[in-house]
């Protein structure tokens, strides 16, 4: 069955013909604060293991919680950026169940009175705004983190537990089961990061476990409105993940029900060497983990001024910015997607617009090589915001290609450098004698130089193959190491070939 689902899955479509799948996310967001939810220990990512532990956050007889008040800013922040509705009265339960990564056996949570309720997220999808409910946000803090023997706890011949990610503050966001393909889940997870980081109240890295998903499914027949029984998928760890992930899950679904079987109500996990769900236990219901009140922490009442504050407060979140960049610079969709998907980039962006005054040109750059730079070098956006000197760069290099003092893939290699090194474009240019070769003479001499190795090209040309000229104009670039100004080359390659179809004999 893994196998055959496997090689389904990784088929178009991506819900099985025939079905309809019903999807509903489980998001956790830690939420960037400098100390945990309910002690003074460090939320600082990286540290030796369990050196940043205290009684209160290992759950130790007598120890007290006190609630971070900037955790509950970042909850109401992400609970108002979502459209909810913030509640003037929550409160924290106590989640009971038994697992290692929690010492004290409970985890406190919010139950039946959250935080936030009933907001949405809208998410482009193939053209269409589609709106996605969300049911809840609430806060809880973090559980330990178990280390297994081998990189999966299958097979694992023992686990150890990190409690320095014990009390980190997260918000768990509920969406409502509006989604129906596993690319619509990617897409809604994709906004849903952009909206965290412009609120600037996670680093949403899902590399290091800041931005995790847990993702619901079920299929029906087109048409039905009863839910079908859903299956719950576990330990997905990128955005490309959830969709495959998905994507196997509805295929396994389906296999299973048109053999005859039933679905069990149950959590998988996802398995990323091999592409499958494997299970892992039976789903939890809500009576299994026994609510109850929190003791040691009073309700919260939030007044209406307090809410009003956080409001006026949030930024322009990333529809609204793509929206304006659109029509103040005259982007295309697309590009103002890309741009927007980080703040730092968008800001880089504006800046560097701002200066040029040709935002296509900018945004061309920007999406090509600003972010080939930043891949290459394994830098996230958020460096762009704390490096002012790289709009200055890519102005200058814009104009010395403009000028055509250098050519466009000159310009490209010069950005990099200047990127690296700190050192402003011209001095570059100079220094490595990149300034574009105007001189017709020596242009012309690297034209015959091109077309006296070129033999079949040239004949090509004069067979009619118009293409075949820019292969020699490109012999031309190389032979010039990228200084020949194209357009001169181009044109004196004609004017030496004559048009395409004949002989200059």
């Not at 806060?139 to 330990?144: P, Y």
């Not at 412009?198 to 590399?207: A, F, I, N, P, R």
């Not at 956080?310 to 529809?319: D, G, I, K, M, T």
């Not at 200058?396 to 090194?421: D, M, P, T, Y």
Request: hydrophobic share 40%; aromatic share 6%.
């Amino acid at each position: 069955m893994p196998a055959q689902a496997t090689a389904q899955a990784q088929a178009a479509p991506s819900v099985p013909p025939g079905w309809e799948a019903v999807i509903g996310l489980e998001i956790h967001v830690e939420l960037a604060t400098e100390s945990k939810i309910y002690c003074g220990c460090s939320t600082r990512f990286g540290a030796p293991p369990n050196t940043q532990v205290c009684p209160v956050c290992l759950g130790l007889p007598g120890s007290l919680p006190v609630l971070n008040e900037k955790a509950v800013e970042y909850a109401v922040r992400a609970g108002l950026a979502l459209h909810c509705r913030i509640a003037p009265y929550a409160k924290f339960d106590r989640k009971n169940y038994f697992y290692p990564d929690l010492p004290k056996a409970y985890q406190i949570s919010q139950y039946d009175l959250p935080l936030c309720r009933d907001g949405y997220l809208e998410v482009e999808v193939g053209g269409r705004t589609r709106r996605v409910g969300i049911i809840r946000v609430h806060l809880e803090e973090e559980t330990g983190k178990l280390v297994h023997s081998t990189a999966t706890i299958a097979g694992s011949r023992y686990s150890l537990v990190d409690y320095n990610r014990s009390g980190v503050p997260l918000i768990e966001i509920v969406t409502q089961p509006d989604l129906r393909t596993p690319e619509e889940a990617r897409l809604f997870l994709e906004e849903l990061r952009s909206v965290m980081q412009y609120l600037g109240v996670s680093d949403v890295k899902m590399e290091e476990g800041s931005l995790r998903c847990d993702a619901n499914i079920s299929l029906r027949r087109p048409g039905e409105t009863r839910l079908g029984t859903k299956t719950e998928v576990k330990n997905i760890n990128s955005l490309r993940a959830v969709e495959r992930a998905l994507r196997y899950e509805a295929y396994r679904q389906a296999a299973v029900l048109e053999d005859g079987g039933r679905i069990v109500q149950e959590t998988r996990g996802w398995d990323e060497a091999s592409g499958t769900t494997i299970p892992m236990r039976s789903k939890e219901t809500v009576q299994d983990y026994r609510y109850f009140p929190e003791p040691d922490i009073p309700p919260l009442a939030l007044d209406e001024a307090y809410v009003e504050r956080v409001r006026q407060s949030l930024p322009e979140l990333p529809a609204a910015r793509r929206r304006r960049l659109m029509e103040q610079w005259q982007l295309p969709a697309y590009d103002a997607w890309v741009i927007c998907q980080h703040p730092a980039l968008a800001g880089f962006f504006e800046q560097a617009a701002s200066r040029w005054k040709d935002g296509k040109t900018v945004s061309n750059w920007v999406m090509g090589e600003v972010l080939r730079i930043l891949g290459a070098s394994g830098e996230e956006p958020g460096v762009l915001a704390g490096r002012p000197e790289w709009v200055e760069h890519l102005v200058e290099v814009l104009r010395l290609v403009s000028a055509g003092r250098i050519s466009a893939n000159v310009g490209k290699e010069v950005l990099e450098e200047s990127f690296k090194s700190g050192r402003a474009p011209e001095e570059i240019v100079r220094a490595r004698g990149l300034e574009q070769v105007g001189d017709e003479a020596q242009l012309l001499a690297w034209v015959r130089q091109a077309i006296e190795a070129n033999p079949d090209a040239v004949a090509s040309y004069r067979a009619g193959k118009a293409q075949a000229a820019g292969f020699l104009v490109g012999q031309v670039m190389k032979l010039s190491k990228g200084k020949a100004n194209p357009k001169t080359v181009g044109e004196l390659m004609r004017r030496e070939l004559g048009e395409p179809g004949t002989s200059s004999s």
